[in-house]
Each structure stands twice: as C-alpha cells, then as structure tokens.
C-alpha cells in the first residue's frame, strides 16, 4: 500500500501543481516529504521542524486560518481535528 505522502507527491507530479496546504501537521513528516514550490502547514500545535525558503507554518487553528488567509491552493490534505463538523468546515472552507 502506497503511503499518503507517497499519492501526494504523484498527484503533485502527474497535474504539474505548485501550491500546497496541508491542515493539520502532526509531527510535521508528512509536510517537510511533499515537493511542492509552495507549502503552507496550519496546526494550533506545530511540531518543531525546520522551515525552508518554500516552507511556511501558521499556528492556529484551520478557522482562524481561513478566516485572515484568502489564497488558493493547487492541493489541500486535511489531517486536523478529527471531528465530522470540523472537517465538514475545512472542507467548505478550502
């Protein structure tokens, strides 16, 4: 079975993308695996990782994040909080 990261990267690869959300970091080892030109990571808990030039992390929650952040994203993985309404909410907002 193919990991997540490994079907992001292909979907990454296969449509040509260049901008990635990722809401919800957990220990940040998916987010740092994704090539992506443009990677945003959204999490009230960010894990100490270290960011690059392409790489930037949000602490809050993925509300607050839509609510002052406006952009538009090639991909979006919604891993945060897993409850149905929350989910439901970062899928209407993305």
């Known amino acids: ?17 260049r901008t990635y959300l990722e809401i919800g ?3 940040g080892e998916n987010f740092k695996s994704i090539i992506s ?3 945003i990571g959204v999490d009230p808990y ?4 270290e960011i690059n030039k392409n790489e930037k992390l949000y602490r809050m929650t993925s509300d607050t ?3 002052n952040l406006h952009n538009e994203f090639d991909l979006i993985f919604i891993d ?6 929350q989910v439901e909410n970062d899928i209407i907002n993305s």
Do not use: D, V
């Open 1 to 17: 079975m193919k990991s997540r990261t490994k079907i992001i990267n292909e979907i990454f690869t296969k449509n040509n993308y």
């Open 25 to 27: 970091l957990g220990t």
């Open 37 to 39: 030109p443009l990677k």
């Open 46 to 49: 960010l894990p100490q990782i």
């Open 65 to 67: 994040f839509f609510e």
């Open 80 to 85: 945060g909080l897993h409850i149905a309404e």
